[in-house]
């Protein structure tokens, strides 16, 4: 079974620096998907940044940008000019070919002004 | 955002009792995933639907049921409540599989006592 791993509990960062956080996941599978979800305090979960497993060129979306790393098996997170707005739980998630997607425990991001 | 939602919203019952979460869209997507978010876990799928009556079972399944008579609602029932089912609980959709993207409801947060 796949698993997904953060292994980093909590993050802090500073207004206006850059952070990573990091995903390990593992599989057998060749063709999957990666995904970055934000749940601020509201609860509510919103997509980040995805990742197709096929393509070798890094997925950016504005300022969140990720590293994959196939063979290491590795999806790290990039925030750039961090701002407060970005202080949330951060999922990583992994889905195969088929619709069930698998989650990590989450990161806590604390953004200090 | 997608047309989300879910009801209710908060709910507090006692052990042994039945309770019914409703998860309703507004997009037609022919898929859709109930998860429950616990702290140390991250998000586990329920069951979810691939179609009107056509549904399967999640990683977390035991002492859930689920129905889908309409493509627009999809119900989770637990038929005993137990403590440990004190969650927080997510309705997702996406409109096919395989690569597309999951999208979440607000989440109902249940406490069983």
């Known amino acids: 079974a796949q698993t997904v791993t953060q292994s980093q509990p909590e993050m802090s960062v500073q207004e206006a620096e850059t952070v990573t956080l990091s995903c390990t996941y593992d599989?057998?599978?060749?063709?999957?998907?990666l995904f970055w979800y934000k749940q601020p305090p509201s609860r509510q979960m919103i997509l980040v940044i995805r990742?197709?497993?096929?393509?070798?060129q890094n997925a950016t979306e504005n300022r969140f940008s990720v590293n994959f790393q196939k063979a290491a098996k590795s999806f790290s997170l990039k925030i750039s000019d961090s701002q407060l707005g970005d202080a949330a739980m951060y999922f990583c998630?992994?889905?195969?070919?088929?619709?069930?997607?698998?989650f990590g425990a989450g990161t806590i991001l604390r953004v200090k002004s | 955002d997608a047309g989300i939602t879910q009801s209710p919203r908060h709910k507090v019952t006692e052990t042994g009792t039945p309770v019914t979460l409703r998860c309703h869209q507004t997009?037609?997507?022919?898929?859709m995933y109930w998860y429950r978010q616990d702290p140390g876990h991250g998000l586990r799928l329920i069951h979810y639907?691939?179609?009107?009556?056509?549904?399967d079972k999640g990683e977390v399944s035991d002492g859930y049921s689920v129905s889908r008579s309409k493509t627009e609602d999809f119900l989770l029932t637990l038929e005993s409540a137990t403590s440990s089912q004190t969650s927080v609980y997510f309705c997702?959709?996406?409109?096919?599989?395989?690569?597309?993207?999951?999208?979440f409801g607000p989440g109902t947060r249940l406490l069983v006592l």
């Open positions: 997702a959709i996406s409109e096919v599989a395989g690569e597309e993207t999951q999208y």
């Open positions: 599989t057998s599978e060749s063709d999957y998907y």
């Open positions: 990742q197709e497993a096929y393509k070798q």
């Open positions: 998630a992994y889905r195969s070919g088929g619709n069930k997607l698998v």
């Open positions: 997009e037609n997507h022919r898929y």
């Open positions: 639907s691939y179609g009107v009556k056509d549904t």
